[in-house]
């Protein structure tokens, strides 16, 4: 499900793509990057393509190191009527991105912190399969299936609202989050070319479980402005939610005309919801995240191509996405318990999906061979 538009990316292969290529750069702040890739053609129409990056760098900012390391390994094979593919993504990186610095900080030196550390580790891998058989000259089946699993980690040194001693002798407090997601997801479909007609249908279910936990610290700044915590953390939210999305899906493109096409689509879309508060359940925090919801909703879509010559193909269409709310966001929903999740949307229970409405239209063109322009108008 998508809002305002959907972004589809065709990888590199080893048999469009052959040959290796290595990538160094390197610039202020101690920023090295590198990239490496490969592809090769394999015996009997398959293909291999392989792409590693890292990246290193200080920050331009006092304590700011970031780490960047990913992997992206694609082979395949095209035999006959059956074409498939399988890849691997993998990343793990460490980004250190710290927070705003008063006007008054940044006059003496602008490049010392407020608070520290604002650290963000996030690991990834993702398995996708894709397989397209021909079976006739008008029909084709595709499949794509994967499976995903994420972890996210936080780490915040902030100033401790309640420093005020001598009550409160702690000026600092360590904010941690750690989220993990396990998705996975199929979907079939099949086209078929019928006279001025070219029909696609398909379906698709999608599914995830998510883990959320937050803690605290108290704990005093020390010179460098970084929070050292004195006390044993304390859970604050503890949640566990799961997200299951099936579709059905419908394309026809119409060639009314040899310089004018008509697109006709449409998508529904039923979404469910769970989230579960386990910190009130197992460790008797004051919070009350339940939430349950059920999302539905058909998505039509229209959309007409003039290619007239010698002017520039014009083009013109109307589209509707909507967005279920993410366990997380729901377990966020109630002004009279509010929690301090990260990118809470807080709203009263229960949320609704959102739902937008999209009209382009716009001119494309080509310059010269192997050059092409696009100009659009676009309101959601």
């Known amino acids: ?86 890849s691997l993504t993998h990343a793990d990186n460490t980004l250190v991105g710290n927070g705003l610095l008063p006007e008054s900080m940044r006059l003496q030196n602008r490049r010392q912190v407020y608070t520290r550390p604002d650290r963000s580790e996030n690991k990834m891998s993702m398995l996708t399969l894709n397989a397209t058989y021909q079976l006739s000259d008008v029909q084709t089946i595709s499949m794509t299936a994967y499976t995903r699993h994420s972890r996210y980690a936080t780490l915040n040194g902030d100033l401790n609202d309640d420093f005020d001693p001598p009550d409160t002798e702690e000026s600092g407090v360590e904010n941690r989050t750690r989220t993990r997601q396990r998705g996975e997801g199929v979907a079939l479909q099949t086209s078929i070319s019928a006279a001025i007609h070219r029909f696609t249908f398909g379906a698709s279910v999608d ?61 529904y879309n039923h979404t469910r919801v769970t989230t579960r508060d386990q910190g009130r359940e197992l460790l008797g925090l004051s919070t009350q995240l339940d939430s349950e919801g059920r999302y539905r909703k058909f998505n039509p879509a229209i959309g007409l191509t003039w290619q007239a010559t010698p002017q520039p193909p014009a083009y013109a ?64």
């Open 317 to 380: 269409g109307w589209s509707q996405g909507n967005r279920a709310p993410s366990p997380i966001e729901l377990g966020c929903s109630d002004p009279q318990n509010p929690c301090v999740l990260p990118n809470a949307l807080q709203s009263d229970p229960p949320l609704k999906q959102v739902v937008s409405q999209t009209f382009e239209t716009g001119l494309r063109g080509t310059f010269a061979p192997g050059l092409r322009w696009n100009a659009s108008v676009f309101r959601t």
């Open 1 to 86: 499900t998508t809002l305002g538009a959907a972004i589809s990316l065709q990888t590199k292969r080893g048999d469009t793509h052959p040959g290796t290529e290595i990538e160094l750069q390197a610039g202020s702040f101690h920023r090295v990057s590198t990239e490496l890739t490969h592809g090769r053609k394999l015996a009997d129409g398959g293909h291999l393509f392989l792409a590693l990056a890292g990246l290193n760098e200080h920050g331009w900012r006092d304590f700011s190191p970031s780490r960047v390391r990913q992997l992206f390994a694609k082979v395949g094979q095209d035999r006959g009527k059956l074409s498939w593919d399988l």
């Open 207 to 267: 599914r995830a479980h998510t883990r959320f936990l937050q803690t605290e610290a108290e704990g005093f700044l020390d010179a460098s402005r970084a929070v050292i915590p004195t006390e044993e953390p304390e859970v604050d939210a503890w949640l566990e939610g799961r997200t299951r999305t099936m579709s059905l899906y419908f394309h026809d493109l119409v060639t009314l005309r040899p310089d004018l096409q008509l697109s006709l689509s449409g998508r």
